[in-house]
């Protein structure tokens, strides 16, 4: 069994601060992994994606990846009010598999 | 252009009946999934499509469940014999062809409700 891990949350940040969102994996090949949010009562949207070591960074988002320690993170900087959802991290598992697996999702709450 | 569309929004029905859910992704896509997500649940995988290939089933939990895809293109879920515990949204999402790495887009959903 493949698992994707995440902390439940919910996360509460101030307005303009920096929210940290982690993610783990189990399985060691996997080449592909991605960040979705969703907002209450929609559906999910692909905000990053991120398949080699290091950072990647888009507008105030980071995604962070370390494949030696399966661990896959989204820091969202100058978080805002707007930012306030859940986020769902999705791996794409070793073998040839191309079915993401997704975790439970961190629920975001950026106060003002 | 038009994303991916699902029909009904929304659909309430007694425990014992069938449903069936509809999907049109994007034009184009010739990848296909079919996702549930329970209250607070992350997505759990039911079904992929790829182009003519035999679709992969192993997140069916039921042999209530199927799914079809016409043409490469429209796809319908059908649940049989409906339960409470089937209670859920029920995603669809396309990509263009399912290669690793692709981006999915997500249709809005089916919220289902059985009584």
């Known amino acids: 069994q493949k698992e994707v891990e995440q902390n439940s949350g919910p996360l509460s940040v101030p307005e303009g601060a920096i929210a940290s969102l982690n993610c783990t994996y189990s399985?060691?090949?996997?080449?592909?992994f991605f960040w979705y949010r969703q907002y209450s009562g929609k559906s999910p949207e692909l905000i990053m994606s991120i398949y080699s070591n290091g950072d990647k960074e888009d507008g105030r988002f980071t995604a962070q990846l370390n494949k030696a320690s399966q661990y896959v993170s989204l820091l969202i900087r100058d978080s805002q009010p707007s930012d306030s959802a859940t986020y769902l991290c999705?791996?794409?598992?070793?073998?040839?598999?191309?079915?993401?697996?997704f975790g439970r999702g961190t629920s975001l709450i950026v106060h003002p | 252009g038009a994303g991916v569309s699902q029909s009904p929004s929304n659909k309430v029905t007694e425990k014992g009946k069938d449903v069936e859910l509809r999907c049109d992704p994007i034009?184009?896509?010739?990848?296909l999934y079919w996702y549930r997500q329970s209250l607070g649940q992350g997505l759990e995988f039911l079904i992929y499509f790829q182009g003519n290939s035999a679709p992969d089933k192993s997140g069916l939990p039921s042999d209530r469940f199927s799914a079809e895809r016409t043409g490469g293109s429209v796809s319908t879920l059908t649940i049989q014999r409906t339960q409470q515990e089937d209670s859920a949204v029920y995603l669809c999402?396309?990509?263009?062809?399912?290669?690793?790495?692709?981006?999915?887009?997500f249709g809005p959903g089916t919220r289902l409700l059985v009584l």
């Open positions: 034009s184009g896509h010739t990848a």
């Open positions: 999402a396309s990509s263009l062809s399912g290669g690793l790495g692709e981006t999915q887009y």
């Open positions: 999705a791996v794409n598992p070793s073998g040839g598999s191309y079915i993401p697996t």
């Open positions: 399985d060691r090949g996997s080449q592909s």
